[in-house]
């Protein structure tokens, strides 16, 4: 009688708990509460039917399908996917203030919190966005003094590589040491040598960080978080590396405490600092450490990775396309010269490199799908119903690769971005630092390192490959989710 009673008792628990699945399937059923998209399993959601390796590229698949506007769910977060230049205007732009709360992106908030900028909602966002846009700006954002920061590292960066001699070389590890220390110098005060070693153990950290997000065991540490904490295998490296990257960001903070001159700040973490002492009476205040930190991370892991990644991108493609380097060449000198540094100013004279430049950005697809947006309240997109807090994905690779906006969006051609008479010709679909009020702060920054960095070296130097150009790879790295361009080696010989 006695196992009677628990076989039932188990056969009860085990249906009741199938009814509950089921109910909550069909709860979260898109098809029951947002746009269409494909049937979720119980439990996995949508994760059998995308290739965690190529995860963009089963999104624009499945939008041939189910329309522009669809829905999709991860593991157990129904999420409405974005496609297309329209769509994603519509969404970022047009109804931008709708959209501007960050979805919740579990694993990054395991990783660095919700503070700073980048993960951050309502005043917290607005307070930190704001300083942050500030405090940059009178640090020399878009100023001569940034500019000559930039302009100082692209020597010490062409200085490096002109002792490389006759040798061939991997770039990878010294433009990212170039990238980092401008923003070292914003953030931290200080540029560092290229062979410090706390430096050089900061940037490790960071990239294998970046590396590892986009890598198959990366999106399954996205999708079960919780459960990927717990269990051995190498997305351990982005936890353990993280932890390292905000302790070394604590103890960059703790020193500035320790020696900070109120009336005379000398980077970003004073001028936070300074605010903090302002407000520390004020008890809804969010000028609080965690906050700083964050703005510190946010700005030191997207600025440095994403930047050395366009970089990279960019010599190989010149390596693949000697004509297109050579016209850069030519413009450099008719521009430049021989005799003076590069300068922002110089890019408004220069449409073919601006051209060059802007093409490489939208070729390299460096965040192939943009980070989340929440829906602060209910609204109508695309003629579809979305509740408010529905997560919204806009997959930006659909947007710099729309067959509508550019000829042939596959292929590598600076004729995107020029006219009939070879001018600079904007297109309104270049959203490589995403869009609206929530786009990447440091897109000035960002923009003002790639042409210096790429014509302070191009204007000394010539870049040449090491194997036959028929042979060099330009699309991404499989598996990568279109982040990572292919390990490659070159020689740069003086002019």
């Known amino acids: 009688m006695a196992v009677s009673i628990g076989v039932t008792l188990l056969l009860t628990t085990a249906v009741t708990i199938l009814i509950y699945i089921i109910k909550r399937w069909k709860k979260n059923d898109p098809k029951h509460t947002l746009p269409p998209g494909p049937r979720p399993l119980p439990l996995l959601g949508n994760i059998l039917q995308l290739n965690l390796g190529e995860v963009h590229h089963d999104l624009v698949k499945l939008s041939k399908k189910y329309g522009p506007v669809y829905s999709i769910q991860f ?6 996917i974005l496609v297309g230049y329209e769509t994603v205007k519509e969404a970022l732009v047009d109804c931008g203030d709708v959209f501007n709360d960050r979805g919740d992106i579990e694993v990054l908030s395991l990783l660095f919190g919700n503070y700073g900028v980048v993960m951050s909602n309502g005043e917290r966002w607005k307070a930190m966005r704001r300083f942050s846009l500030m405090t940059l700006r009178n640090l020399g954002m878009g100023k001569k003094s940034v500019e000559m920061r930039i302009q100082e590292e692209a ?5 490096n590589i002109m002792q490389k001699q006759d040798a061939s070389f ?4 010294i433009l990212g040491l170039a990238v980092s220390n401008v923003i070292c110098s914003i953030v931290f005060g200080e540029r560092f040598d290229y062979e410090d070693k706390k430096f050089l153990t900061l940037l490790s950290y960071n990239r294998e960080i970046f590396k590892r997000l986009t890598s198959f065991s990366g999106q399954l540490l996205g999708m079960f978080p919780r459960l990927m904490k717990c269990l051995p ?8 590396n993280s932890i390292k990257l905000r302790q070394f960001v604590k103890d960059m903070v703790k020193s500035h405490q320790d020696t900070i001159d109120e009336n005379c700040p000398r980077d970003l973490i004073d001028c936070f600092l300074v605010k903090m002492e302002e407000e520390k ?6 000028f609080q450490e965690q906050n700083l930190q964050g703005i510190v991370i946010d700005l030191f892991f997207a600025g440095t990775e994403s930047t050395t990644m366009t970089l990279r991108y960019s010599f190989l493609i010149l390596l693949k396309y000697p004509h297109v380097q050579e016209k850069i060449h030519e413009e450099i000198d008719r521009v430049v010269g021989q005799n003076r540094c590069p300068s922002a100013e110089d890019r408004a004279r220069m449409p073919y490199t601006n051209a060059v430049v802007h093409e490489i950005q939208r070729f390299a697809d460096i965040f192939p799908v943009g980070l989340s947006r929440a829906a602060r309240q209910d609204t ?11 997560i919204v994905v806009p997959i930006l690779t659909s947007v710099l690769k729309d067959s509508n906006h550019f000829k042939d969006p596959e292929e590598f051609d600076p004729g995107h971005f020029l006219d009939e008479n070879q ?3 904007k ?9 609206g009020k929530r786009m990447c702060i440091g897109m000035s920054l960002a923009r003002m390192e790639i042409f210096l960095f790429l014509t302070t070296l191009l204007q000394k130097f010539t870049f040449k490959p090491t194997m036959d150009r028929n042979l060099i790879d330009i699309r991404p790295v499989p598996n990568t989710n279109g982040s990572q361009p292919h390990d490659y080696e070159m020689f740069a010989v003086p002019r």
């Open 75 to 80: 593991v157990h977060i129904p999420s409405v």
């Open 155 to 159: 020597q010490c960066l062409r200085e």
């Open 170 to 173: 991997n770039p990878t590890y």
């Open 233 to 240: 295998g190498p997305h351990q490296k982005i936890l353990t």
């Open 281 to 286: 009476n004020n008890p809804e205040t969010e």
């Open 380 to 390: 109508t997109l695309n003629g579809f119903h979305i509740p408010k807090g529905t």
């Open 423 to 425: 001018d600079f010709k």
């Open 427 to 435: 297109n309104e679909a270049f959203m490589a630092f995403s869009a």
